[in-house]
DNA sequence: CGGCCGCTTGATTAGATTCAACCGTCGTGG
DNA sequence: CCACGACGGTTGAATCTAATCAAGCGGCCG
């Protein structure tokens, strides 16, 4: 990111209010229409901890990962957003600090940004999109339970399975492709005990493996692995 | 909870903003002034999983415990909320059902309650309400992410320790009285291991324990060993 | 009095982490 | 051009944490 003043893209904050509309679904990206677009390889930041929000970003290409550091730096990833999604507003709308870091999963994923004083202004002259606002993150916090029941009453073969199942939407049904160690910070295990269930997945034929990426074979396999 | 037609509680209902500006903090509770209210005994329930919201719930006396259950019906403590906080509005502001059960943690916990239609009516003449609570729901959003690091990457025992400290202030720095079971279930373990480990803390003099009273000694040494 | 419930303890098992080593690839610099 | 080192991935073995199973205890209520 650097310290570069960044300049918000009008076309998605005119956009914006769809966005809360839809509950995350993408916004169809067209790149002619987006003033600015910045593109990041594998790890780039786009935020962390502790700084304060500049503005707000959303995704046009690829994946990024929302995550906190724990104990001995080892990353928990919290959240896997796709093309369409915004992040970064939870800490604009708190007025604190992050407390996560941002970073692209992929090669080639791209972003734009909107800043604070836009977001901001944009929400207060639009009582909708005040009430949209106050009903998403309501819904999200509910899910959180949901999040957090699954993390500490699952097994890690479980979760595993879970992880699949996401990555498999989030990659539109195609190839899963993301570095065993995101994949091992998803589920919240070791890389190697994580490397020991795809090969139990791959031996059973649910999945199959080429390097890094992952095909799903068997998708109510894993449902049924997740479930119990 | 019954079937009875509930009355909103006039006098809560004209604190709310009150909740919303001190962000938790409790709203002192004199019995004379409140029109309703609900004394419950330990394990009674407030809301259930699945079922729409009828309004929502302040805590005047007591502990309530917000809780999912999971695989095999085991709960997880999602939450425990003390007096003067508000419970069961992320439903009613996100319109959808229940997806977290509420029941009282301890005998002679109060509650009152206001309607959905009061509080919504109060909610939607009020615009200052309608940006603290979009700031109050971004900032817990943000604490969950704090929260699912902690619940995945700290051990037992270390977690152990942090829900001591977490009812060392709900209790108001007095003994903690719960059920081990409850115990445990916020700890996300079984009761066998949560026992273990009080009895390896009341060994190293770090806390005491009568019955199912619990007494914390030494404050920093379970500082230390949450923290790792 | 009998039975249930919450609590506790012991023994065993299973799941997952940790440590150590090795492999292949890729990029860099001598 | 090759050597080297870094990095991501993988495997094996040892270890440990926590779950599970089984049983016993004490108190309280019907």
Redesign the pocket.
Same mark, same amino acid.
């Given at each position: 990111m650097g310290s570069t003043a960044l300049q918000s893209c009008q076309f998605c904050l005119s956009k914006l209010d769809l966005f809360f509309i839809d509950n995350k679904k993408s916004i169809a990206y067209n790149a002619d229409e987006h003033s600015f677009s910045i593109l990041l390889k594998r790890n780039e930041v786009i935020f962390s901890e502790g700084k304060y929000p500049k503005g707000i970003f959303q995704v046009h290409k690829g994946l990024v990962k929302i995550f906190k550091y724990g104990k001995d730096g080892k990353e928990q990833i919290i959240q896997i957003c796709k093309a369409g999604e915004i992040i970064g507003f939870r800490a604009v709308l708190s007025e604190n600090p992050y407390n996560v870091n941002a970073a692209a999963l992929e090669d080639n994923t791209e972003i734009c940004f909107i800043s604070s004083r836009d977001f901001n202004h944009y929400k207060n002259s639009n009582l909708q999109l005040q009430n949209r606002l106050i009903q998403e993150l309501s819904t999200e916090l509910q899910e959180w339970a949901d999040f957090v029941t699954d993390m500490t009453q699952r #097994?890690? *073969?479980q979760r595993t399975a879970l992880a699949l199942i996401f990555l498999h939407e989030a990659y539109d049904e195609k190839e899963i492709n993301v =570095?065993?160690?995101d994949l091992a910070n998803m589920v919240? #295990? =070791? #890389?190697?005990?994580l490397? *020991?269930l795809?090969?139990e997945f791959k031996k059973d034929s649910i999945i199959t493996?080429s390097? *890094?990426k992952i095909q799903i074979l068997d998708f109510s396999a894993l449902k049924r692995i997740a479930e119990d």
């Open positions: #097994t890690v *073969r =570095a065993r160690e919240g #295990t =070791a #890389t190697e005990s490397i *020991r795809i090969n493996v390097a *890094r």
